[in-house]
């Protein structure tokens, strides 16, 4: 491959570019008209402008990023995570279109897509599961029959889900039937899909995910876990490599368990094995996400391997650059997601202007970027700035980077959550390692927006929305600029 296009924004399109060049590889941006002046537009030796602001409109436009491809002579895409990461659709298009997707196979990515048939594919392979249903459940009183044999509480969770979008936890029976209804409803709204289905709620739980590589040659390894309990929304905020917890018995238990789960598929490149380990440090599957995780830094920093560069060099043909035997762990790594929200006011995003934005450094100290002191948030995306890495000899003196890094990370114009990651830090549930997925829920208690704050902040939102899409719109969404001399030409 001598030229890639990474078909994402901000700092994962960033960090691609620059394993890209390193190993001598051209690079194509794509960006909507709110990124214009972002850094990964610049830093890329091509840039295209793919639409509007709206995703819709721009990084989710299948047919108008192949012909970008063709236009400019790509031989491989690099999704990154999120958008179209995980699309089989978009996989397909660039197959049939003789471009390298640097990613899984279609099959892959449709089977685990899927929750429920991730879970028939695995079961074949010896792998523990939670206990439940295995087929879509629509029919409520057939559901509230099968989650009483099942026991409360139970997990409804939608089929097609992620993000937390169409999961409900279930105490007891007489709630089931509402909370039924709006999984299947949200599942609905979010993913076109109301399948859902039904297991045991594992309370108290760890959520520990499991990074594999595969290549074409038959070989699967594990790199070892990450531990991504510190949730809101059940979306990760903190994680960490290793786990504070995992025995080196356990450890290689759960890595054996991930790479059958990744034989199931055949699976091609970087992807991850989620599992939940409950108070007995038993684990169940959980799902696997078929595209590089956001926190892959941590797992970069205690291996030393560059999992990009592993991907773009396995979507070649070639094999892994190493065995199991090879991979030690060194140190430990904890990466807390700098988002711009308001953590004392439930998380709510905020949007402004980065008037000051200045980054830590010192050794062991990465940061994962893609913005700069000027720029503004925009509302379109999700509000992640950036993520902050701090790697030590072992855990506490990775806790300790991470609180001075946090005190150096200057960020003034927006709220984010480095004050969340300071608290976490330095709780007691969480430097002794006693602490699962409600932690937040459990420990984090500030002072809570009243309804009319937030009813105020909603409707401020919304106009900003609308002013900004009005504005964007006019812009020219047709034209694509190269690095090397910025000419402005017209795609035909």
Known sequence: MKKILIANRGEIALRVMRTCKQMGIATVAIYSEADRNSPHVRFADEAVCVGPPPSRDSYLKIDTIIYVCKKLHVDGVHPGYGFLSENAVFAKACEQNKIIFIGPSVNAIEVMGSKLAAKQAVSKFDVPLVPGTDQPVTDISKAKKLANEIGFPVLIKASAGGGGKGMRVVNNTEEFEQQMKSAISEATSAFGDGSVFIEKFVTSPKHIEIQVLGDSHGNIVYLFERDCSVQRRHQKVVEEAPSAVLTQQLRKKMGEAA????QAVNYLGAGTVEFIVNDKLEFYFLEMNTRLQVEHPVTEMITGVDLVREQINIARGEKISFTQNDLKIKGHAIELRVYAEDPENTFLPDIGRLEIYETPKGEGIRVDDGFEQGMDI??????????????????TEAIEKLKSAI?????????????????????PAFVSGNFDTGFVEKYFH??????????LAA?????????????????ESGNFEKRSDWRTNRLE
């Open 259 to 262: 790479v059958k789960v990744a």
């Open 378 to 395: 925009p509302i379109y995306y999700d509000p992640m700035i950036a993520k902050l890495v701090a790697h030590g000899k072992d855990r």
């Open 446 to 455: 500030p002072e809570k927006a009243d309804e009319e704050e937030l009813m």
């Open 459 to 475: 409707v401020v939102a919304a106009k900003l929305f609308d002013e900004k899409d009005h504005t964007f719109r006019v812009s």
């Open 407 to 427: 005190e150096d990370y200057k960020i003034v114009g927006v709220k984010t959550t480095l004050p969340f990651g300071t608290f976490v830090l330095n709780h």
